[in-house]
């Protein structure tokens, strides 16, 4: 090492990195040690200005050993996950030099050196949002940046892969493929690009964060039963999927908002369809979820064409897509009438994120919400039900972009003279 | 006709038939017409004593057309289903003579002469408990009958299989099978028997009727579309099943209660996944349902071999096959722990069927219901919550017979002297 045992230089970066959400869905691994998943999955990534992590990585010869802290409090960094991705990034570290602070790495010395990692996510972790995803691919973005790793995307994905498969999603804006790969050791097993966010930016998304006092089982030992249980995952993984994945990539190539539909609500249901074929059997959606579905399709059916797509991950709430601004708009309007909040609630905190669609839907207060006409196409008396308190908020999103460097060092979460979070 | 026109005589036969819950389901057909399956499935035979039909049937010269009255009031016999089974019966008829009574009608009177058909469930209609089954089974058992039809009962099943598909199953007691069969006519796709009701008379079945105020999808429609969008079933009705049918028909003839709950939970989850897999899904269990599948999955769990089995048709409602007593006994306690009455319900008409098992659970009136403790394998405060008013009433039954034509005069709900219902 360069610098001299007793100097306390601090070098850090920070990186956003955003969320994902599948469309066609992973379920189910081949190898649990190197994440390497049955069948190849595709995601949106969701736009880091409303949904995303920013992580914070510091490394000095001051620290003892390596930290994490997330969310304001410290995590342990022992789970195999989190040393396969610390390994797999110190083995491809490169020399460093900042000749200003007198600081010089060499490609041995990352072996040696410990490190310091602060994540936030903007977003309740609680809600079943994909968290570890986006977390993970932070921190071996941001880890990669600090180690001078000189690889790509593709072969950071595949990195992040092995910290929470869906990780691996979130190194890429806009459409993704994760490829599931055929080698033993996984180093096909790899996300790549389909298109950048700008290639289909009509389509805007409302996540709907649905109450849930069940508690769910955690997407890991969940997949684990059902690749052990399930009569119907082998055929879904091998006959149905790899046939979706083509047409799910004509459908983003073509932006044909009816296939898209289609396909992400048929393979949404069928992920939570083998989830049901397990033993003893999984529920991630809850009544709400049936009602959000039977909202979108009773109105999609009276449209004549689909104008939102709906796909569910490992829990309750609902990520909705629209095919345009205005769908989202007259989507809003229905979720807001079968969904309204609780008297207590203000409406600034039940609809976060872009809130110029609120406004584009007519409402600017909380009686505006009250005074919601049925939709039309409700005619029976049983679907004019409105269920106050049955989601927690919504949040207004689009498609959006990759893992970014945040270069301003006021949004870094580390102290730059202690190395601790601020 | 030998009776004279002009005459009044009317010749009556009453029978009783059973209900029977699939636990090997029945989903999709190959054949809607003639409502020919694209699978074998297996039934329980449920306990006429609490759940059954009884229809009384009807031949006189003074009849103008054939006319049928359902639970009081009168239905329509003009669909294709009633019109099947009334032209099968008709053309299997036989001569008959009663030298008494004067009455000799040939097997070409049968053609014309016209029927009156009544018949009356002894449990809620509404309930979504297989009245179909039970109803058509009934309709066809009696007219044969009636009309001196010499046929089997696999005969009649096929029968009866062409107003409603599980209602061939009803012409059996105990354990059923419907052979799905290979004929484009239908004519081997009938019920025959497994074992009757004497072979594993251990067994005891609580059924939790659900509240519910969704409007279900109807079982033919739903069925409809799943063959025609699930990209699961025809896995699961060529792959699943027939390995399943050998399984569940070795361990009802073995008694083999842990192979006969895994089989009937998985059949039962998967034919909820299928439906799921369907666009638009199908959701026939809701939250309560999933809740008593987690009760019964963690008492077995916790037992370390299965206690009770759980199987669920297109509806909310549990049906808990116990496998003796002494477990239906700490069943009931387990769910009325979870499910207790609402306060202004009756203990009587919240339990009904056979009481002599709430005796045995030592719960007498409604505060020894609210004075249960926590079944000993609930640790989490989650999993203590009580959930007033999710279930309507619980039924206490069993395996039991098949149809029996009813002798007794006094039980005929058609007025010997008038032809019309009581």
Known sequence: MAAESG??????????TPTNIAVIKYWGKRDEDLILPIN???SVTLDPDHLCTTTSVAVSPAFSHDRM?????EVSLSGGRFQNCLRELRSRASDFEDEKKGIKITKKDWEKLNVHIVSYNNFPTAAGLASSAAGLACLVFSLAKLMNVKEDHSKLSAIA???SGSACRSLYGGFVKWIMGKEENGSDSIAVQLADEKHWD???IIIAVVSSRQKETSSTSGMRDTVETSALIKHRAQEVVPKRIVEMEEAIQKRDFPSFARLACSDSNQFHAV?????PPIFYMNDTSHKIISCVEKWNRHEGS???AYTFDAGPNAVLISHNRKAATLLLQRLLYYFPPQSDTDLDSYVIGDKTILKDAGIHELKDIEALAPPPETKENTSTQRHKGDVSYFICTRP???PIVLTDESRSLINPETGFPK
């Open 69 to 73: 802290w997330l969310n304001g409090k």
């Open 306 to 308: 689909p104008q939102v």
């Open 161 to 163: 892969r092995q910290g």
């Open 202 to 204: 009509d389509l805007v």
């Open 40 to 42: 190849d999955s595709i």
């Open 400 to 402: 959006g972009r990759g």
């Open 275 to 279: 989830c049901l074929d397990t033993l």
């Open 7 to 16: 100097e306390k230089w601090i070098l850090t970066v920070t990186a956003q």
